[in-house]
């Protein structure tokens, strides 16, 4: 079975069984046909192996980009223009996926990033409130309440065979506080070394660019 197959299992079955605050909806994309198929493109396209990765682990999906797609850090018009995969999901560029996407061609290009790197999320589905993207820590109920759901996925995205000596997470505040906590406990891996998330860097650190994209190229070229 290549890591494609693997991914693309996992990502089927994901589903939060326990009980949410008021008000939380699941975004999860993967239950979506079309979204599922452009899932399955990419994977195939890019995990079609048995290699192992380092893992990179954002927050949980938005709604204009992952939330969208299906694919880390990647909206609509990433996925056609950078990635080669047309789609007919609304043509809106995301923040977060113009800088990774930045980074991916600063280090040789999608195709080389995706043979070293996996991404995915600390918690690999996503939620809204009145219509607008929350954070699993943006609640301490919502994070209590998936507190299990990311200990089991993050260790069946381990079982694909990735590399556990070191963890980038994208966040150095909370999403990496509530990783660290895990990591002490479980022992996931030896190492984790967090990142500016993208969204800060592009919507309150843009005239620093530069310095954001050489601080990603130092830790994961």
């Not at 999860?28 to 290699?51: K, R």
């Not at 950078?82 to 995301?94: Q, S, T, V």
């Not at 113009?98 to 996503?126: N, Q, T």
């Not at 660290?180 to 190492?191: D, M, P, S, Y």
């Amino acid at each position: 079975m290549t890591l494609a197959d693997r991914i693309l299992y996992f990502n089927k079955k994901l589903e939060i069984k326990s009980k949410l605050p008021l008000g939380v909806a699941v975004l999860n994309p993967f239950q979506d046909a079309y979204t599922f198929q452009l899932c399955e493109t990419f994977y195939h396209q890019y995990y079609n192996d048995t290699h192992p990765r380092k893992l990179i682990l954002g927050i949980n999906p938005g709604r204009f980009g992952a939330g969208l797609t299906g694919i880390p850090f990647t909206d609509p018009v990433k996925l056609e223009q950078r990635l080669g995969i047309p789609n007919n999901l609304p043509k809106k560029a995301e923040l977060s996926s113009d800088f990774m996407h930045r980074v991916f061609d600063e280090l040789g290009g999608a195709e080389l990033f995706f043979k070293k790197f996996y991404i995915s999320s600390v918690c690999p589905l996503g939620f809204t409130r009145d219509g607008k993207n929350l954070n699993y820590y943006d609640s301490k109920d919502l994070q209590e309440s998936v507190l299990e759901f990311v200990i089991k996925t993050i260790q069946q995205q381990l079982d694909f065979g990735l590399e556990r000596e070191v963890c980038f997470c994208l966040g150095e505040g909370k999403n990496y506080k509530f990783l660290q906590t895990l990591n002490t406990r479980f022992g996931f891996f030896e190492k984790i070394l967090p990142l500016p998330h993208p969204r800060f860097i592009m919507q309150y650190k843009r005239k620093e660019l530069r310095k954001f994209i050489d601080l990603f190229i130092s830790h994961l070229g």
